[in-house]
């Protein structure tokens, strides 16, 4: 039996019970964009309606990380990830991550932040609307 969680699209502040294993997207369920210390699930569809994109142009990938409690957030607390409006995204297998920034910026619906960790081998995308389109990599790339 799949876990209950409170899933809110903050895009339009509507939110409403899902099963773990409910669709988002076409591909994408619940289970892949929660916090495993939450019940609460917070998420923008119009950035994972973007990454379903990704998905369907280079095939299946995973997400490393979505919403993400203060306890679990290592950084400052003004983490779009705790916001529920960042994703970090596995590297597609065999695609470039200046490849997948590339498309990325053809599909955004929105200019926000993207991050390129090259040796860690993920690429984070965000529609934080306060901080606005920005780029950076990670440390040591």
């Given at each position: ?8 699209n ?20 619940v ?50 990830h ?12 065999g ?39 920005r ?7």
């Amino acid at each position: 039996m799949s876990k209950k969680y409170y899933v809110v699209n903050i895009d339009t502040g509507v939110g409403r019970v899902m099963r773990s294993t409910e669709h988002l997207t076409q591909n994408f369920i619940v289970n892949e964009v929660k916090s495993y210390k939450s019940e609460i699930v917070l998420y923008s569809q119009s950035l994972l309606n973007d990454i379903q994109k990704m998905r369907d142009r280079f095939g299946k990938t995973k997400i490393n990380s979505a919403l993400r409690t203060l306890s679990q957030n290592s950084t400052l607390d003004t983490s779009s990830h705790v916001k529920g409006c960042a994703f970090d995204i596995r590297q597609y297998k065999g695609v470039a991550i200046d490849v997948m920034n590339r498309y990325w910026k053809k599909i955004r619906s929105y200019k926000g932040g993207t991050g390129l960790y090259y040796k860690k081998k993920f690429f984070h995308v965000d529609n934080d609307k306060v901080k606005g389109e920005r780029e950076w990599k990670g440390k040591g790339d």
